[in-house]
């Protein structure tokens, strides 16, 4: 039986993450300089007079925010992964910078993991200067007009299933695109079949 009383507290996407980092200038570094996050923002951590709170970017008008203190410096020691804790942040990327990322974390000597194919998705990893695993992510789909790509994935993901399939790969993706377009989009054809056409 459902309790009527109880109410869901509904999200609609992701506000800010927060990060404990190092030195201020190590920080921009790393987000701007690295990442290529503008740096937006900056003011003292209100909550800790000892600390500044520094704002990026990271791509889609959401916020990434570094507590920073001067008396900490960075530790590439890698953050521990237990239960309850952070295994790694990932960053949207295109297609066309993400087959620059290995290149240019080489040329900055960065060891990271190389491509690696996620079916739905390329992604590369490495560990930020402070030992956090970050992962930098790049659909392989686009989704059609008025779609997301949580539209695609669930659609996909129920395709795999019908399937038998293990995981979402590249057929998956467009079928589900298809079957989103014929149901979003109306056609004066009576019959919207896949056809020889030649």
Sequence with gaps: MTDTTLRKIQTQGVHHITLIGADRDSSIAFWEGVLGMPFIFDQPNL???????????????????????????????????????????????????????????????????????????????????LGLR??????????????????????????RVANGDRNIQREHLADAIEALVERRQDSLSADRSAKKGY
């Design 47 to 129: 909550d800790d007079p000892d600390e500044g709170h520094l704002y990026f970017d990271p791509g889609d008008g959401r916020l990434i925010t570094i507590f920073t203190n001067e008396t900490r410096k960075p530790d590439p020691a890698a953050v521990p992964e237990a239960t309850g804790s952070l295994h790694h942040l990932a960053f949207n990327v295109s297609q066309a910078s993400f087959w620059q990322i290995a290149a240019r974390l080489d040329a900055r000597g960065v060891r990271h993991s190389g491509p690696v194919d996620r079916g739905f998705m390329d992604s590369i990893y490495f560990r930020d200067p």
């Design 134 to 159: 970050i992962e930098l992510a790049s659909y392989r789909f686009e989704p059609p007009e008025g779609c997301r790509h949580a539209d695609v994935m669930i659609e996909a993901h129920r395709v």
